[in-house]
């Protein structure tokens, strides 16, 4: 039998949504406590941060998100919108260089319609994709589904964002920070 890295295959279906204890905004609180590890937090600019998605669509999945409250991309001003790409950029190479990507899709959920769980608050989603991703599962009816904890996913993000040379990291089990 043939052995599948599949880190996310995690409790992701089952485990507890550890957001439903956060009163108000989930994307407003998470990045003002210090529990990164716990809460999925990956790094943090002065106006954005990167959060791991709760329910991945493939491993990696995160969401770069702004710092402000609004479910309006048009609301965002310049400099929150240059510190949101250029988090994105890192977050990009971050994943490549921790997961050995082949491609990723991401974008924003803007609206009601547009089928997006929390619509007022502007995030984008960023998801790694490889090479037959979407196809794979049903062709390996003979493999065994090693299961790997989310935490290792974030370590691995985590190592990959600390790599560059204008990140600092306050302390242990706090996320990346940029200054740029
Ligand atoms: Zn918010």
Redesign the pocket.
Known sequence: MDELFAPWRIEWVTRDDRNEDVD??????LPKESADRDNYVLARSSRSFVLMNNYPYNPGHVMVIPRA??GEYAALDDETLLDHARLKQRTFEALDDALDVNGFNAGLNLGDAAGGSIG??VHTHVVPRWNGDTNFMPVIGDTKVIVQAIEETYDALHDAFADFDDATIPEDGRAVEFDW
């Open positions: 108000g905004c989930v994307f407003c609180t409250h609004t007022d608050h």
